[in-house]
Structure formats: structure tokens, C-alpha cells
């Protein structure tokens, strides 16, 4: 990997850490906002799935506007939009003015995935290595999100954590715009070895509705973690507080992905990777299944191993999008990925909500494992449609 292509993966791997940071500090909020403004898991699960389904719906515009743009000025524009929609959250004085801030700020944070990943696909040759050192990034900055949240709001206030994030982006915005010269797209577009002539319909749309039930898995899983760890842990641990539980073991599970990001880097580049997909759908099941069926050490211990199979995919499934889209779409292909799996997958978060408020938090997890039994058949169906 030549100096070029680092600084490439530095850029967009800080972006990449700041964007989950930002999206996965609400859920280990969750215990205090819901002590804070009174109101239950299910509108805390509605909020989180406005603020999800923001960080979806703009990936298919951002992904067009890849095009057109550049990876560069999609880049600031998250950037700085992100920032100031955090420091609009961090001085909210109502529950309304948070939640139109959160909206805001998952709206200006949908615009980095299609331009990053593109960015990449586009410049870096070795691209599973590439995807999975950008997707370690992505993962430390949702190890970072619920620890920093939960350790300033015990310290300071929940409003700290927004205003630490939104000042982070605004300087890296700076720092984009000082390190990165400003170029005509056309210039941007380098020809890798990553070329496609042709999008291949049937396999990419098997794809999608298996990542997009993957989605609904992750947002199942990370909107009610925190609260599951906080209310299920009270013999593991028990000089904790149950505030730092909400953050410390997420943070724990999420490091955790860092290495599956790697065993999914390795795997993808040496096997078959349509077939990798469907093993990796198939070993999430069970993990999710023993998550809702267990407490304390034995939560945590299985919560660590459903880390390691759920970010595993992450190089694989990015580099499958690269692969079954053509090379001018290939922006527009990631904002149809995302919106899937971020949009739509956002809906698991509000009738998680329904779950855990009616059948306790620990409910949510089988039935996240549940949704992925047809990711069996539909990612089966990718593998014969090569």
C-alpha cells in the first residue's frame, strides 16, 4: 500500500470513527435520557429510528451526488454538518430540540458512506485490506461512542458528549481542507484495479435484502445492548454502576469487532466471498439467540463472540458492492446499501422498542436472530446468481 493510498484510508478511516462515534453515543444514553425527560423504551426506540432512518435516507442522494461532487466536498459537507448538528444536540433545552437535532445530525451523517467507501473503492488497489482497515476505524469509533458518552455524562452532562464529537469534526473538517488539496472530480476518479463494466442486477439485489436484514440485526442489537447490560450484569461486576455498564461493555463488544473486522479482511480475500457471507449470516444466529437467553458473565462472554461474527462481515459485504456494481454507479450502489441497511434497518430499533417495553430488553435479541434466518435463503440465492 503506497503512501497515497494511506493517507486516503486516514482521512476516511477518521471520518469513518467519528460517524459511528456520533450515531452509537444515543443508545447507552438511553438509561439516563429515559430518567432525565420520563418516558419509556418504546419512544427511545422511536428516536433512535428517526435519527437511523435519516442516516439512510440520505445515502442514496449522497451516493448520486458522489458523481457529480467528488469525494472531497461530500466529505466537508458531512463534516461540518455533522459538527454543528451535534452542537445543536449538546444545547438542546428540550426533548423536541434534541430529537430535531439528532435527526439532523443522522441526516448530514448519511452523506459519508457512499462518498468514503467510494473513495476507496476507487484508489485503493488492495481493496478487502483497504475495506477492512477503513471498517476498523468505523468499529474503534463505535467502541468510542458509548464509553465517552456514559463516562462524560457521569462526569459532566449526556450534553458533553455531542459537543466533544461536534468539536472533533469540525476540527478534522479543518484539518480535510488544509491536508487534502482541492481538485476537479474528474482528477479524483483514478483508475484502480477495481474496475467493473457491468452490475450484475440479480446478485446486487440479493445482496441488499440480505444486509438489510443484517441491518435490522444491528440496529436490534446496538440500540438495546447498553440497556440489556445495564439491567441484566447486576452479579457481574456489581461495584460498577449500571450508567458505566451501559458503556463500558458495548465499548467492550464493539472493540470486540475489531476482530472480526480483521478475520473478515483475511477470510475475504483468500475465500470466496459470496459463500463467506452466507457462513458469517449463519454464525450470527446463535450468538444472538444465547445474547437474549443470558446474564452477567455469561451476556457479556457471548455478547463479545456475537461482536466478533457481526463485524466480520463488514470487509466482505463492502467489497461484494464493489464487485457487483459497475465502476460509474459504484457511489449510488453504496447510498442504495446504506439506505437499506441503515434506513430501513432503523424500524428494527422502534419495534425493538415495542419489545422491550412490553417483554423486557432481553426479548429483543432472539427476535433480532430470528430476522436473519431468511438472510440464509437470500444470501444463498447471491451464490447462484454469479
Partial sequence: MNRFEKIVLSITGGSHLSVHALMLALPSLIPILRNEFNIGLDTLGLV?????????????PSGWAERRLGGRALLLLYLFGSGLSAMLVSISGSFIMMVAGLGLMGFFCSIYHPAGLTLISHRVNALTKGMAVHGIFGTVGSAIGPIMATALASLISWRAAYAVLGIFNLLLALTTIIAIPNRKHSSEEIVSENQVEKTNRPALIFFYLTNMLMGMAYYGFTTFMP???AENTNQFLP??????KAGIFPTMVFLAGIIGQLIGGRLGSRYNRPKMLMVIVAINIPFFLLMGYSTDLMLVLFSLCLGVAFFSIQPVANTLIAEFTHSDN?????GINFFLSFGIGSFAAGFGGYIAENMGVASVFPVMGYLLIPGLLTSYMITRNL
Avoid: D, E, K
Fill in 48 to 60: 433512535v429510528t428517526i435519527s437511523a432512518f435519516m442516516f439512510g435516507v440520505g445515502a442514496i
Fill in 227 to 229: 440497556t440489556h447490560f
Fill in 239 to 244: 461495584f460498577i454502576s449500571s450508567t458505566m
Fill in 330 to 334: 459504484r457511489g449510488l450502489g453504496y
